[in-house]
Protein backbone atom coordinates (compact mmCIF):
# COMPACT_ATOMS: atom_id res chain seq x y z
CA UNK A 1 0.00 0.00 0.00
CA UNK A 2 1.12 3.37 -0.64
CA UNK A 3 -0.25 7.10 0.17
CA UNK A 4 0.33 9.28 -2.71
CA UNK A 5 3.34 10.97 -1.68
CA UNK A 6 6.17 10.99 -3.93
CA UNK A 7 9.73 10.94 -2.61
CA UNK A 8 11.62 10.87 -5.07
CA UNK A 9 12.03 11.29 -9.15
CA UNK A 10 13.46 8.83 -10.76
CA UNK A 11 14.75 8.41 -14.35
CA UNK A 12 14.21 6.08 -16.72
CA UNK A 13 17.83 4.95 -17.89
CA UNK A 14 17.42 2.22 -20.43
CA UNK A 15 13.68 0.51 -21.95
CA UNK A 16 14.21 -2.81 -23.25
CA UNK A 17 11.73 -5.24 -24.41
CA UNK A 18 12.11 -8.95 -23.45
CA UNK A 19 10.63 -12.39 -24.17
CA UNK A 20 8.57 -11.22 -20.78
CA UNK A 21 6.99 -8.06 -21.75
CA UNK A 22 9.26 -4.69 -21.02
CA UNK A 23 12.30 -4.13 -19.22
CA UNK A 24 12.78 -0.77 -17.01
CA UNK A 25 15.77 0.61 -15.47
CA UNK A 26 14.95 3.41 -13.37
CA UNK A 27 18.11 5.61 -12.09
CA UNK A 28 17.00 6.45 -8.07
CA UNK A 29 18.46 8.51 -5.43
CA UNK A 30 17.14 6.07 -2.51
CA UNK A 31 19.62 4.05 -0.85
CA UNK A 32 18.93 0.82 -2.62
CA UNK A 33 20.72 -1.37 0.52
CA UNK A 34 17.80 -0.55 2.04
CA UNK A 35 15.15 -2.14 -1.02
CA UNK A 36 15.44 -5.64 -1.42
CA UNK A 37 15.10 -7.36 -4.52
CA UNK A 38 11.21 -8.04 -4.79
CA UNK A 39 10.14 -5.29 -3.09
CA UNK A 40 7.34 -2.95 -4.38
CA UNK A 41 8.13 0.25 -5.75
CA UNK A 42 5.21 2.53 -6.98
CA UNK A 43 5.70 4.29 -10.59
CA UNK A 44 3.81 6.85 -11.65
CA UNK A 45 1.05 5.19 -9.75
CA UNK A 46 1.75 1.72 -10.71
CA UNK A 47 2.95 -0.59 -8.12
CA UNK A 48 5.93 -2.89 -10.03
CA UNK A 49 8.32 -5.29 -8.37
CA UNK A 50 12.09 -4.57 -8.03
CA UNK A 51 13.60 -7.81 -10.48
CA UNK A 52 17.42 -6.38 -10.35
CA UNK A 53 19.46 -3.37 -8.57
CA UNK A 54 22.77 -1.73 -8.97
CA UNK A 55 24.33 1.34 -6.94
CA UNK A 56 21.70 3.69 -8.19
CA UNK A 57 19.40 2.22 -10.54
CA UNK A 58 17.19 -0.80 -10.27
CA UNK A 59 14.88 -3.09 -12.77
CA UNK A 60 11.33 -3.53 -12.64
CA UNK A 61 10.00 -5.74 -15.70
CA UNK A 62 6.03 -4.57 -17.12
CA UNK A 63 3.27 -7.29 -18.80
CA UNK A 64 1.76 -6.23 -21.82
CA UNK A 65 -1.34 -5.77 -20.14
CA UNK A 66 0.18 -3.21 -17.66
CA UNK A 67 1.55 -1.37 -20.67
CA UNK A 68 -1.86 -1.47 -22.58
CA UNK A 69 -4.07 0.39 -19.76
CA UNK A 70 -1.25 2.53 -18.60
CA UNK A 71 0.98 5.69 -19.30
CA UNK A 72 4.10 3.15 -19.04
CA UNK A 73 3.84 2.13 -22.84
CA UNK A 74 5.00 5.45 -23.64
CA UNK A 75 7.95 5.32 -21.25
CA UNK A 76 11.27 6.16 -23.34
CA UNK A 77 15.08 6.59 -21.90
CA UNK A 78 15.20 9.99 -20.07
CA UNK A 79 11.95 10.35 -18.51
CA UNK A 80 11.25 11.71 -15.26
CA UNK A 81 9.07 9.03 -13.30
CA UNK A 82 7.37 9.91 -9.54
CA UNK A 83 8.21 7.38 -7.13
CA UNK A 84 7.60 6.23 -3.92
CA UNK A 85 8.18 3.36 -1.52
CA UNK A 86 5.34 1.64 0.63
CA UNK A 87 4.28 2.76 3.47
CA UNK A 88 4.84 0.95 6.76
CA UNK A 89 2.70 -0.20 9.84
CA UNK A 90 2.89 2.72 11.64
CA UNK A 91 3.82 5.20 8.92
CA UNK A 92 1.88 8.68 9.11
CA UNK A 93 -0.31 8.75 6.03
CA UNK A 94 0.12 12.12 4.60
CA UNK A 95 -1.97 11.57 1.49
CA UNK A 96 -4.98 8.65 1.23
CA UNK A 97 -4.55 4.96 0.81
CA UNK A 98 -3.38 3.92 -2.41
CA UNK A 99 -2.72 0.40 -4.01
CA UNK A 100 -0.73 1.27 -6.90
CA UNK A 101 -3.32 -0.14 -9.28
CA UNK A 102 -3.53 2.45 -11.72
CA UNK A 103 -7.50 2.02 -13.09
CA UNK A 104 -7.08 4.32 -15.84
CA UNK A 105 -5.04 7.11 -18.14
CA UNK A 106 -6.78 10.49 -18.21
CA UNK A 107 -5.64 13.34 -20.64
CA UNK A 108 -4.61 16.95 -19.52
CA UNK A 109 -7.15 19.28 -20.66
CA UNK A 110 -5.99 22.68 -19.44
CA UNK A 111 -3.13 24.12 -17.08
CA UNK A 112 -3.36 27.22 -15.80
CA UNK A 113 -1.91 29.34 -12.92
CA UNK A 114 -3.72 30.38 -9.67
CA UNK A 115 -2.04 32.61 -7.65
CA UNK A 116 0.77 30.55 -6.51
CA UNK A 117 -0.97 27.44 -7.53
CA UNK A 118 -1.74 25.47 -10.76
CA UNK A 119 -5.41 24.06 -11.63
CA UNK A 120 -5.11 20.95 -13.68
CA UNK A 121 -8.51 19.75 -15.59
CA UNK A 122 -7.82 16.27 -16.88
CA UNK A 123 -10.67 14.60 -18.90
CA UNK A 124 -11.16 10.73 -17.11
CA UNK A 125 -11.83 7.69 -19.41
CA UNK A 126 -15.63 7.30 -18.80
CA UNK A 127 -16.92 5.30 -16.81
CA UNK A 128 -14.00 5.44 -14.53
CA UNK A 129 -15.59 9.29 -14.48
CA UNK A 130 -18.19 8.02 -12.25
CA UNK A 131 -16.39 7.30 -9.14
CA UNK A 132 -14.80 10.83 -9.01
CA UNK A 133 -16.42 13.34 -6.81
CA UNK A 134 -15.86 16.93 -5.37
CA UNK A 135 -13.46 16.99 -2.49
CA UNK A 136 -12.94 13.62 -2.67
CA UNK A 137 -9.04 11.77 -3.46
CA UNK A 138 -7.38 10.77 -6.69
CA UNK A 139 -4.35 9.84 -7.54
CA UNK A 140 -2.54 11.16 -10.67
CA UNK A 141 0.59 10.18 -11.84
CA UNK A 142 1.27 8.53 -8.08
CA UNK A 143 0.19 11.98 -6.50
CA UNK A 144 -2.59 12.18 -4.28
CA UNK A 145 -4.65 15.34 -4.55
CA UNK A 146 -8.25 16.46 -4.04
CA UNK A 147 -10.77 16.92 -6.53
CA UNK A 148 -12.10 20.57 -6.79
CA UNK A 149 -14.60 19.97 -8.99
CA UNK A 150 -16.31 17.32 -11.92
CA UNK A 151 -18.42 18.47 -14.69
CA UNK A 152 -18.98 15.08 -16.44
CA UNK A 153 -15.67 13.58 -17.41
CA UNK A 154 -13.36 16.55 -16.74
CA UNK A 155 -12.25 17.04 -13.07
CA UNK A 156 -10.45 19.57 -11.45
CA UNK A 157 -7.21 19.56 -9.15
CA UNK A 158 -5.26 22.43 -7.31
CA UNK A 159 -1.80 21.90 -7.09
CA UNK A 160 0.05 23.68 -4.97
CA UNK A 161 3.62 25.53 -5.00
CA UNK A 162 5.70 22.35 -3.09
CA UNK A 163 4.49 19.67 -5.30
CA UNK A 164 4.32 21.41 -8.51
CA UNK A 165 8.34 21.73 -7.48
CA UNK A 166 9.18 18.03 -6.24
CA UNK A 167 6.73 15.65 -9.03
CA UNK A 168 6.79 15.34 -12.47
CA UNK A 169 3.04 16.92 -12.35
CA UNK A 170 5.01 20.57 -12.67
CA UNK A 171 5.91 19.29 -16.14
CA UNK A 172 2.62 18.16 -17.50
CA UNK A 173 0.57 20.20 -20.38
CA UNK A 174 -2.62 20.14 -22.30
CA UNK A 175 -2.78 16.93 -24.15
CA UNK A 176 -0.82 14.84 -21.49
CA UNK A 177 -1.56 11.17 -20.52
CA UNK A 178 -1.62 10.62 -17.15
CA UNK A 179 -2.26 7.84 -14.73
CA UNK A 180 -5.42 7.56 -12.46
CA UNK A 181 -6.29 5.80 -9.46
CA UNK A 182 -9.52 6.77 -8.01
CA UNK A 183 -10.05 6.52 -4.53
CA UNK A 184 -10.42 2.70 -2.84
CA UNK A 185 -13.53 3.90 -0.76
CA UNK A 186 -15.16 4.54 -3.76
CA UNK A 187 -14.70 1.77 -6.02
CA UNK A 188 -15.47 -0.41 -3.02
CA UNK A 189 -18.83 1.34 -2.45
CA UNK A 190 -19.66 1.21 -6.12
CA UNK A 191 -19.45 -2.34 -6.03
CA UNK A 192 -21.00 -2.81 -3.02
CA UNK A 193 -24.05 -0.85 -4.74
CA UNK A 194 -23.94 -3.53 -7.34
CA UNK A 195 -24.45 -6.13 -5.60
CA UNK A 196 -27.44 -4.76 -3.39
Known amino acids: ?19 RDRRFE ?11 V ?7 GCCLTVVEKAEDWFAVEVSGETLAITTLGDWREGRRVNLERPARVGDELGGHIVSGHVDGVGEVISVSAEGGSHRVRIRAPKPLHRFIAPKGSITVEGVSLT ?16 TWE ?5 RVDAG ?15 RWRETE
Not at 38 to 44: D, V
Not at 151 to 156: A, I, K, Q
Request: net charge negative.
Open 166 to 170: VTTLG
Open 38 to 44: GASIAHA
Open 26 to 36: IKTHYDLSTID
Open 1 to 19: MFTGIITDIGRVRSVRDTN
Open 147 to 162: VNEVDDDVFGVNIIPH
Open 176 to 190: ARVNLEIDMLARYLA
